[in-house]
């Protein structure tokens, strides 16, 4: 690909930033297709057509606000969204996009529905004829601002709208190209009906005020569709249960590599996890920089930016939107951040060795959750100052299609790899988990010193666990009990003395995993404000409470009440 273009000049950039000014994941997402526009990637290519046919039809664009070419115009970030999204391909089958999904996570005020205006034009321009267009948001308002971006654009581009002979016609409910009967509607949750509709192309925007159901309805309308793409856009917002937090999650999983699919392409415009902890954000610029990207070539704006920022300071009142509105920061949850990067999960990570373990004494953590949601059981040892484990989910057999549909995970494939089983029907059969442990032993010749548990949903396994002649500890799972173990994992993680056997599962659930604070600021893994599974972090972290008393106090140690 030239590398004059201008999408590939900013993906340079972001990838080369040492200055901290672009996010973690959009270096990521830089870098990644860096490799697919240099020609590296096995299943992604840059269609070098399709970049010219986009460069000409940007230049029969005007801007309506800078009254130039639009390709003159454009932020340096909407030419990487443009180019990377709309022309890479399918290595191979140059008719088929590579993305399925272009997901824009971005503060306001940096033209995020200017740009998507753009991309509806160049696709209802390109797309094959009788094509539909939908955009959904929250209420009818706020969809339109869209179409408005739309008319925009056309009206003041004399090449779109030729008086005699105009390439679109503006309808008061919808838009219409009329070189290839292609046509655009704005929906609103609150009013329309999102089933029975049939987009080719589909916006969600501000997807952080609606749950999630508008956009799955718009995905389930492109099934049989072989050339479709969804755009998901939005701010942060305050609230715990919106559409944006999946996708990012699922964004996230893509690019940090625990997904099977690349076909995601993300642009997360959010504070780095270290930028977000505290008080940083009232004096970091960093912060101003990565959730702008504007700010970075912008001088005025990253000025208002700042004044914003200062009001925000002094009054409490102005600081849920400037956090959530400016700096993609959710103000309600400062006070939970993410456990540990999982690329440095990873750097611990080794292939399954039954043979290590023979000969070992061991300490189980048990996660034993809801009958119908994942269990784990974690082994955990020590040697020479290193941590070792392995870790095996559970999850309801009958239930393994919906799960993998809805948490975006193959657990067909983690189960075939070894990193959990599938047990029961739509519940999980706690004798299987039984049968595990209670022949543990002579499976793997390990001797078990004792089982860790969480007494909710754990009773009648450990009744049968001390049948069978194991001593089994409970582990209140409290803060003052369980930071110490969370804080023994993570530093053990980042010296790379935590060593693992080789589970995907297991490295999903820290990517999920979210801590919490108490008010003598003791850390411990959170569920409610965790992301998604974190039941086998959870088993870890009981297995090695076993484990660290043991290493501080020997087999004399008892477990407190709280």
């Known amino acids: 690909m030239d590398k004059n273009n201008p999408a590939y000049k900013y993906a340079s950039?972001?990838?080369?930033?040492?200055?901290?000014?672009?996010?973690?994941?959009?270096?990521?997402?830089?870098?990644?297709?860096?490799?697919?526009?240099?020609?590296?990637?096995?299943?992604?290519?840059?269609?070098?057509?399709?970049?010219?046919?986009?460069e000409r039809l940007l230049k029969l664009m005007v801007h309506p606000d800078l009254h130039c070419p639009m390709n003159e115009g454009l932020e340096p970030y909407a030419w990487f969204l443009i180019i990377a999204g709309l022309c890479t391909k399918v290595k191979d089958k140059n008719d088929t996009r590579f993305y399925t999904t272009i997901l824009l996570e971005i503060a306001r005020k940096n033209f995020k529905t200017f740009n998507s205006g753009i991309i509806f034009i160049l696709l209802m321009l390109t797309e094959p004829d009788f094509s539909r267009f939908f955009s959904?948001?929250?209420?009818?308002?706020?969809?339109?601002?869209?179409?408005?971006?739309?008319?925009?654009?056309?009206?003041?581009?004399?090449?779109?709208?030729?008086?005699?002979?105009?390439?679109?016609?503006?309808?008061?409910?919808?838009?219409?190209?009329n070189l290839n009967d292609n046509e655009y509607k704005p929906l609103a949750y609150s009013e329309d009906r999102m089933d029975g509709k049939t987009a080719n192309v589909f916006l969600a925007d501000e997807a952080g005020a609606m749950d999630g159901y508008p956009i799955e309805a718009m995905r389930s309308s492109q099934m049989v569709l072989h050339n479709k793409l969804g755009i998901i856009i939005s701010t942060q917002y305050p609230n715990d249960n919106n559409g944006m937090i999946d996708e990012i999650d699922k964004a996230k999983k893509t690019l940090d590599g625990l997904t099977d699919s690349r076909r995601f392409f993300a642009l997360l415009y959010e504070p780095d996890d270290d930028l977000k902890a505290g008080d940083i954000w009232m004096s970091d610029d960093r912060v101003l920089y990565q959730a702008n990207p504007v700010a970075a070539t912008n001088e005025h704006a990253f000025e208002n930016l700042k004044?914003?920022?200062?009001?925000?300071?002094?009054?409490?009142?102005?600081?849920?939107?400037?956090?959530?509105?400016?700096?993609?920061?959710?103000?309600?949850?400062?006070?939970?951040?993410?456990?540990?990067?999982?690329?440095?999960?990873?750097?611990?990570?080794?292939?399954?060795?039954?043979e290590w373990w023979?000969?070992?004494?061991?300490?189980?953590?048990?996660?034993?959750?809801?009958?119908?949601?994942?269990?784990?059981?974690?082994?955990?040892?020590?040697?020479?100052?290193?941590?070792?484990?392995?870790?095996?989910?559970?999850?309801?057999?009958?239930?393994?299609?919906?799960?993998?549909?809805?948490?975006?995970?193959?657990?067909?494939?983690?189960?075939?790899?070894?990193n959990c089983i599938g047990c029961g029907n739509e519940?999980?059969?706690?004798?299987t988990i039984e049968d595990r442990i209670l022949s543990l032993e002579e499976r793997l010749g390990v001797e078990i010193i004792q089982v860790g548990y969480d007494r909710w949903n754990a009773i009648s396994t450990i009744q049968k666990l001390e049948q069978a002649g194991i001593e089994c500890v409970e582990v209140k799972q409290h803060s003052s009990v369980?930071?110490?173990?969370?804080?023994?994992?993570?530093?053990?993680?980042?010296?790379?003395?935590?060593?693992?056997?080789?589970?995907?599962?297991?490295?999903?659930?820290?990517?999920?995993?979210?801590?919490?604070?108490?008010?003598?600021?003791?850390?411990?893994v959170n569920k409610k404000k965790s992301t998604g599974k974190v039941d086998m972090v959870v088993a870890t972290i009981n297995a090695i409470y076993l484990l660290q008393q043991e290493m501080l106090y020997g087999m004399d140690f008892v477990v407190q009440d709280i």
């Open 136 to 177: 959904v948001a929250p209420d009818l308002s706020l969809s339109s601002e869209l179409k408005l971006a739309i008319r925009k654009i056309i009206k003041t581009s004399p090449a779109l709208y030729d008086e005699v002979d105009p390439a679109f016609k503006i309808l008061r409910s919808e838009i219409r190209c």
């Open 427 to 431: 519940v999980i059969d706690y004798s």
């Open 307 to 354: 004044e914003k920022r200062s009001d925000a300071v002094i009054y409490e009142n102005k600081r849920e939107n400037f956090l959530c509105k400016h700096c993609n920061i959710q103000y309600k949850g400062l006070g939970v951040e993410g456990y540990i990067d999982v690329q440095k999960v990873k750097k611990c990570r080794r292939d399954r060795d039954d």
């Open 13 to 54: 950039w972001c990838a080369a930033d040492t200055r901290g000014m672009v996010p973690k994941y959009v270096k990521m997402q830089a870098e990644d297709w860096l490799n697919i526009a240099d020609g590296l990637d096995k299943e992604a290519c840059v269609d070098e057509a399709a970049v010219g046919k986009i």
């Open 482 to 524: 369980l930071h110490a173990p969370t804080k023994l994992l993570k530093e053990a993680i980042l010296d790379k003395k935590f060593i693992y056997d080789d589970n995907r599962l297991l490295e999903i659930n820290f990517q999920n995993a979210r801590c919490t604070e108490d008010t003598n600021l003791n850390k411990y």
């Open 358 to 418: 023979r000969g070992r004494r061991v300490w189980l953590g048990l996660d034993l959750s809801l009958s119908d949601d994942n269990t784990a059981v974690s082994m955990a040892t020590e040697e020479d100052g290193y941590i070792y484990a392995r870790v095996l989910g559970f999850i309801p057999e009958d239930k393994i299609e919906i799960k993998s549909h809805k948490e975006g995970i193959d657990y067909k494939k983690l189960i075939r790899d070894s």
